[in-house]
């Protein structure tokens, strides 16, 4: 796992969409609000609320700088944002399949995880939370060779 090479460069790099931290905004909310009712009502305490709210919202900007998605001309990396660090890395000679998974929330906030399937069926790199995920996924396609056996049907395989 290493920086990409001299013949190889970086087509697409990417992070997790804001989008896909809509379940931490919630709860943001909830807990900021909480700390309004009690300043509201004159209850001790409200600030501790407040404060909450402002640490899940800075966890937001932690959490989607921690993944690092990168698509090169040899191969898809997912890289530690923070350290540099590859935590996975797929060569395209490697792959077995492409797939898009959306469940209908993460399709109505336009969001997705591309999943590369590896030859040995036991690893996979998974680019979770990215805005338009089919974008990425034919340009992933269009960066394999016609024999890949992702281009194959299953009964190929």
């Avoid at 379940?23 to 004159?42: A, D, E, K, M, N």
């Avoid at 077995?96 to 999943?115: D, F, H, N, W, Y």
Wanted: aromatic share 14%; with cysteine; net charge positive.
């Amino acid at each position: 796992m290493s920086e990409p090479g001299d013949s190889e460069r970086i087509l697409w790099m990417g992070y997790p969409s804001w989008g896909h931290f809509t379940w931490l905004y919630f709860f943001s909310l909830w807990t900021g609000l909480r700390g309004f009712f009690l300043l509201r009502i004159g209850f001790p305490g409200w600030e501790i609320w407040v404060v909450g709210a402002i640490i899940l919202l800075g966890l937001v900007v932690v959490l989607r700088y921690w993944a690092k998605y990168l698509l090169t001309s040899k191969r898809v990396i997912l890289r530690n944002g923070y350290s540099g660090k590859d935590m996975a890395s797929v060569d395209f000679a490697k792959f077995k399949s492409v797939e898009v998974m959306q469940g209908p929330i993460a399709r109505m906030l336009g969001i997705g995880t591309v999943v590369v399937q590896c030859e040995d069926s036991t690893r996979s790199v998974r680019f979770r939370g990215i805005k338009d995920p089919e974008v990425i996924e034919t340009k992933l396609r269009a960066l394999l060779p016609p024999s890949s056996p992702v281009f194959q049907s299953p009964s190929e395989r």
